[in-house]
């Protein structure tokens, strides 16, 4: 009996020996990574440009374990330019979706934040992907009926045929009833434009 205690005893003590070896480096990942968003949220600049320098650091884009968010959904959410440009030059990635399926595009589309819209995109931010209902930046400028936003992202390569869940797509929104005539306008005129982008003229102008 004595020694099966013993053995338990042994076994208890390797158990908790491995755990103490696993636990704190995933610990200290988490804590750093919350420590980050932290200071992205309080607009501490000098804190997280430490955290950033920091050797081997990965915190860039680091996630809330509650939703999924990263400091470029944060930054853009608050419709912070100075922030979303500084965090994009440090490497943070602009198609990191949070639990929602919500890219920091999105977000922007949804805020109808223009500036950040436009630098993501020039980030190489993905224009047609869309959150858990399948909505895109290009459905969401549609429903908010902002047309400078849905020119910017039709601009970007935004597809008004592509659908959300339940089947209706960018340009089904835009011709239902009461959505005022400019809304489609908007999306013609952008194909238009792209028809006559890509025609060649031959001979000289006059």
Do not use: C, K
């Amino acid at each position: 009996m004595a020694r099966v205690a013993l053995r338990n005893i042994i076994a208890t003590l390797a158990v908790g020996w491995s755990l103490a070896v696993s636990v704190p480096a995933a610990a200290q990942f988490y804590s750093e990574g919350y420590e980050f968003l932290e200071a992205v949220r309080e607009r501490n600049g000098s804190e997280a440009t430490d955290m950033l320098n920091a050797p081997g650091s990965t915190v860039i884009n680091a996630r809330d374990i509650s939703n999924g968010q990263t400091g470029l959904h944060i930054v853009v959410a608050r419709r912070d330019l100075t922030w979303t440009r500084w965090l994009l030059q440090e490497g943070a990635n602009p198609n990191i979706a949070d639990n929602s399926g919500r890219t920091p595009l999105i977000v922007a589309a949804e805020a109808g934040f223009l500036d950040g819209v436009e630098v993501l995109l020039r980030r190489g931010a993905r224009v047609d992907v869309a959150n858990a209902t399948g909505e895109t930046p290009l459905i969401a400028a549609v429903h908010a009926r902002n047309i400078e936003l849905m020119e910017v992202l039709l601009a970007g390569g935004a597809d008004p045929d592509r659908t959300d869940n339940a089947g209706r797509s960018a340009r089904d929104y835009a011709g239902q009833r009461g959505t005022p005539p400019r809304i489609m306008s908007t999306i013609v005129a952008s194909e238009q434009s792209e028809d006559s982008g890509n025609s060649r003229t031959y001979g000289p102008d006059f």
